[in-house]
């Protein structure tokens, strides 16, 4: 029994390689946070993973960044990577951030696991537009 769970370990670190890993196992963003001026939702609905980002946004800066995630290491990894990405950023430099650069700060991921990446910067992408453009939403609804 051990020895699968070992076997298991070692399969998984190869899969998705240390950058992933150390990102899953030791997430620095992770969480709700009640002060966010924003948040937004992103979730895939062939893999049932979800994601909520928090921003907090101090004139045009990216002052505080987190989310909640529910779904595999990968999307917690590309979570917290795209985070990292814009965290103090200006949000002229976070509305840049996407998909691919989350993976490329990642250094790569599984090609199978590549999707996980949309979701974050879909969250991210409709956090900056919600708050950029909230009153028109109000005026539509
Ligand atoms: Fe779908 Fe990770 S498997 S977001």
């Not at 980002?53 to 995630?69: E, H, K, N, P, Q």
């Not at 795209?82 to 650069?101: H, I, M, N, R």
């Amino acid at each position: 029994m051990r020895r699968r769970e070992r076997s298991f370990s070692f399969e998984v670190a190869h899969r998705y390689g240390e950058s992933v890993l150390r990102r899953f196992y030791q997430p620095r963003y992770a969480g709700r946070m009640d002060s966010a001026t924003v948040s937004a939702s992103a979730g895939n609905p062939a893999c049932g993973d979800t994601v909520t980002l928090f921003l907090r946004i101090d004139g045009v800066t990216v002052a505080a960044v987190s989310y909640l995630a529910c779904g595999c290491p990968a999307l917690v990894a590309c979570c917290e990577a795209l985070c990292e990405l814009v965290d103090g950023k200006d949000l002229d430099s976070a509305w840049e951030v996407t998909d691919e650069a989350v993976v490329a700060h990642l250094g790569g991921l599984p090609p199978q696991k590549v999707h996980c990446s949309a979701l974050a910067a879909v969250a991210l992408h409709r956090a900056i537009w919600r708050y950029l453009f909230s009153d028109l939403e109000e005026e539509h609804k």
